[in-house]
């Protein structure tokens, strides 16, 4: 495994240095208004996280509620033009599992 190296010489941390900065962005305990929680980890870091991980998850909602959607409205444009007696639908990613699963609803 190739590992880049940053620095010329590699950094020697004792324990103290250590418990003085963050473990994520290495921030000091000095910075004002700094709070480290059980991990070392400061409240900037754990800020920025959450606010990212909400920001995500409220995309990730948004586009799963829109696919759900069209899939809904594709689903009773289907149902309502097509007359025949299946009224099936079958995930199928092309592995092992699903394709068993297909053949056993076909037999």
Partial sequence: MNIK???????QSTETDYHNRCS???????????TFNEYHVCNHCIE???????SALKKDLKK????KNKLIQLLEKT????KSQCDCLVSYSGGKD???LLYLLKE
């Fill in 48 to 54: 920025y996280q959450n606010k990212q991980v909400g």
């Fill in 98 to 100: 699903s394709t068993y």
């Fill in 64 to 67: 799963r509620e829109s696919s």
């Fill in 5 to 11: 190296r940053i620095w010329s010489k590699p950094v």
């Fill in 24 to 34: 994520t962005c290495l921030l000091p305990e000095t910075f004002p208004n700094t």
């Fill in 79 to 82: 149902r309502n033009t097509n």
